[in-house]
């Protein structure tokens, strides 16, 4: 069964800090993977998706992800953080035909001045 | 662009009530998706429909039913309510027809949710 694991419920970085938030995946067919990001009492909006070709995805905000087959795995990462990326982050597995999602736990990301 | 659009936004409702939630997917998408959020928790997939018509169903209680419409937007509608059904409601919607991968890499678009309370 496809399922995601996000490492690490809480990240905090300092402002202009890289970003770095895990998430591993298990898939018995060749995943599709996405980023949401959740801001408090919002919905989610699509931060980026892989779903074949190139590996290294480039989403909004300046925020990439690398899908990695070896490792199983599809880290979002961002150069330099900014206040305004404080927010609850969710990686998801797309399931089967239909499109269903199904959701890691989530990271909070706290930036710090 | 035009977005999903959920109504209402927040409602408050006493156990052993009812609750109708409303949701408009973004226009020309054919499939709806209903999920349900817990404080601190990620969505839960609840049930989705595609062109009308259920297409798959998650952990949604029997106390709970939705359905699609002639014009594609969504109700959930919920009934006996409990406290434990305090949680946000998201609609998401997407296009599935056409896409290679089967619908699986067409994302999902949510919309604001609705935040229901019960007391």
């Known amino acids: 069964a496809q399922s995601v694991t996000q490492l690490g419920s809480h990240v905090s970085v300092s402002e202009g800090a890289l970003v770095l938030l895990r998430c591993n995946y298990s898939?018995?067919?060749?995943?599709?993977l996405f980023w949401y990001v959740q801001y408090p009492n919002q919905g989610l909006q699509l931060l980026l998706k892989?779903?074949?070709?190139?590996?290294l995805v480039k989403g909004i905000n300046g925020f990439e992800a690398e899908f990695k087959k070896s490792e199983t795995s599809f880290h979002l990462t961002k150069p330099s953080a900014h206040m305004s990326d404080a927010a609850e982050y969710f990686c998801?597995?797309?399931?089967?035909?239909?499109?269903?999602?199904?959701f890691g736990q989530g990271t909070e990301l706290s930036v710090k001045p | 662009a035009a977005g999903v659009i959920q109504s209402p936004r927040h409602l408050i409702k006493e156990k052993r009530e009812t609750a109708t939630l409303k949701c408009y997917p973004i226009?020309?998408?054919?499939?709806v998706y209903w999920y349900q959020q817990g404080p601190g928790q990620d969505p839960q997939f609840l049930i989705s429909?595609?062109?009308?018509?259920?297409?798959d169903k998650g952990s949604i209680p029997d106390r709970f039913s939705a359905q699609q419409f002639s014009d594609y937007h969504s109700e959930l509608n919920m009934s006996s309510l409990e406290l434990g059904d305090s949680a946000l409601y998201f609609c998401?919607?997407?296009?599935?027809f056409g896409t290679g991968g089967g619908g699986r890499d067409s994302p999902l678009h949510f919309g604001n949710g609705t935040r229901l309370t019960v007391t």
């Open positions: 998401a919607s997407s296009s599935q």
């Open positions: 898939s018995s067919v060749p995943p599709y």
């Open positions: 892989y779903t074949t070709g190139a590996t």
């Open positions: 998801a597995v797309s399931l089967g035909k239909g499109g269903k999602l199904i």
């Open positions: 226009p020309r998408h054919d499939t």
């Open positions: 429909f595609y062109e009308k018509m259920q297409s």
